[in-house]
């Protein structure tokens, strides 16, 4: 948090901050780079989804056939391994073919489910793995210090392991978000691309 450059007045803090958290295992600890709440509520009342360009946009061109290890769109990287060693007897014509005809198969967005997945994240509805707009608030979690001492150990402990959960669930939302909105632009982008296909 510092001062802004253009009116003192002002406090200005980073979108992004650095922190530490342990691993599953619990052995190691690891960084994490994390958008501050207010940065990413921001963004989305800006509609700045539909700015982002997906990362790997869907193959609308039809891709070069398998022509083998050294030629075609794929690569073979080739190991000098013993196990590979029958690879070069063996014939991939099959493979290939089979690949060329799943290749072949136009791409194209469903247009019925795209329109629900986007009426879902629309009105924050739950429903399959559709992430919700907002995380779980923490603040109606915690305990005043006399409902604490009203309750059993059993009861405490349970209590910390539900806000325990509850973290790391939101932890787990600040990447499912940014993930299933690229999938949902990339989407959109592509929606009237059969009319140009056809």
């Known amino acids: 948090?510092?001062?802004?450059e253009e009116d003192f007045n002002k406090v200005e803090?980073?979108?992004?901050?650095?922190?530490?958290v342990w691993t599953k295992t619990g052995s190691k600890m690891q960084g994490q780079l994390v958008m501050r709440e207010v940065c990413r509520k921001q963004l989305e009342e800006e509609n700045f989804p539909q700015t982002i360009r997906p990362v790997?946009?869907?193959?609308?061109?039809?891709?070069?056939?398998w022509l083998g290890p050294k030629k075609g769109c794929y690569f073979y990287a080739q190991r000098g391994v013993r196990g590979l060693i029958w690879v070069v007897i063996y014939d991939m014509g099959t493979v290939q073919r089979s690949l060329d005809a799943l290749?072949?198969?136009?791409?194209?967005?469903?247009r019925r489910v795209f329109d629900t997945m986007e009426e879902v994240w629309s009105r924050d509805l739950e429903l399959a793995k559709v992430?919700?707009?907002?995380n779980v608030s923490l603040k109606s979690l915690f305990k005043t210090e006399k409902e604490l001492t009203e309750m059993s150990p059993q009861e405490i402990k349970l209590h910390l392991l539900h806000i325990q959960s509850v973290k790391r669930r939101n932890a787990q939302l600040?990447?499912?978000?940014?993930?299933?909105?690229?999938?949902?632009?990339a989407a959109r982008e592509y929606y009237h691309i059969w009319r140009l296909l056809a």
Request: glycine fraction near 0%; proline fraction near 17%; hydrophobic fraction near 35%.
């Open 1 to 4: 948090m510092h001062h802004s």
């Open 13 to 20: 803090v980073n979108a992004l901050y650095h922190r530490l």
């Open 56 to 65: 790997n946009p869907p193959m609308v061109t039809r891709p070069l056939p």
């Open 103 to 110: 290749n072949s198969v136009p791409w194209r967005v469903n």
């Open 131 to 134: 992430p919700p707009r907002e």
């Open 174 to 185: 600040i990447s499912e978000r940014p993930t299933f909105l690229l999938r949902l632009n």
